[in-house]
């Protein structure tokens, strides 16, 4: 089963598991990236430090695309922001505001 959300997003199948809230975390992500599908680990509001943990707990689970949801309300959306720049991560969604902060017009 292909789309064109998986050639943009280079995945196998149009199947993007939902950011969720200290449920997504690398051992969930991982596995759907693996499978095929897209990964999301929750940012929620937990500090950079967690986060970044995550993030390469994935990278060793797999090398294939995965993303990472940034939670607006968090205390640590800003670091989040930063962190997600610095660990290259190619696809990221948003809850909880709007993101127009970190969008160009
Ligand atoms: C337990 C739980 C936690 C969630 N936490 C977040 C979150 O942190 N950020 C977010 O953008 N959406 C969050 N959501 C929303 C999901 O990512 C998803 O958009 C929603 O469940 C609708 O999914 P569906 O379109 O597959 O039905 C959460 C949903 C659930 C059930």
């Known amino acids: 089963m292909k789309s064109k959300v998986c050639d943009l997003l280079g995945i196998e199948y149009p199947i993007l598991q939902g950011g969720m809230a200290w449920v997504a975390?690398?051992?969930l992500a991982g596995a759907?990236?693996?499978a095929g599908g897209l990964g999301i680990i929750a940012a929620a509001n937990a500090p950079v430090d967690v986060v970044r943990n995550e993030i390469r707990k994935v990278k060793e689970i797999t090398d294939k695309?995965?993303?990472v949801n940034i939670m607006l309300m968090s205390p640590f959306v800003d670091e989040i922001a930063?962190?997600?720049i610095d660990e290259k991560v190619k696809i990221l969604t948003t809850g909880a505001g709007l993101p127009s902060k970190?969008?160009?017009d």
């Open 25 to 27: 975390d690398a051992s």
């Open 65 to 67: 695309p995965f993303g």
């Open 82 to 84: 930063e962190l997600v």
């Open 32 to 34: 759907v990236s693996k």
């Open 102 to 104: 970190y969008m160009k």
